[in-house]
């Protein structure tokens, strides 16, 4: 599908018993540069009212600092000793997350986990090697019906 003249994307998937699959293959077809992005924005998900009680775990290893308007302010930074380190499975409890996250560590496969646990319910997601970066959100800023929703 062309998105303009200069960008022709290729969005191909598919859901199987290991999970959904989304593969976008994007090809310049312009004479110019064409810087181009692409995200999944997927919301995960337990069985519990609020996210305060549920276990996150989150492989990163840095964090990307932000102003008041979201927009980075600096660096990569280290997670250890930050409300930030989620490596090890720990409740989100009053954590405020609209951040992105780098330094992923991987399994055998390649590929890095990101795990919701609460209310008995448990929510995986993994990315493979193309997705060096992952944003996490808590619904903080969310209306109320939704404000730290699980």
Sequence with gaps: MALSRWLDTNPNGGAAASGLTVTVVATNVGSRPAPWGTAQHPYLAVATQRIDDSELTLPAASWLPVDDRLIPSGPPQDVTGTQFDFRVPRKLA???????????????DGLA??????????????LDASYGWLQVFTSDSLESESYRAA
């Design 113 to 126: 986990w990101v795990r919701l646990e609460g209310g008995g319910a448990r929510t995986a997601m993994w």
């Design 94 to 108: 009053t954590t405020e997350l609209d951040h992105a996250f780098t330094d992923l560590s991987r399994d055998g």
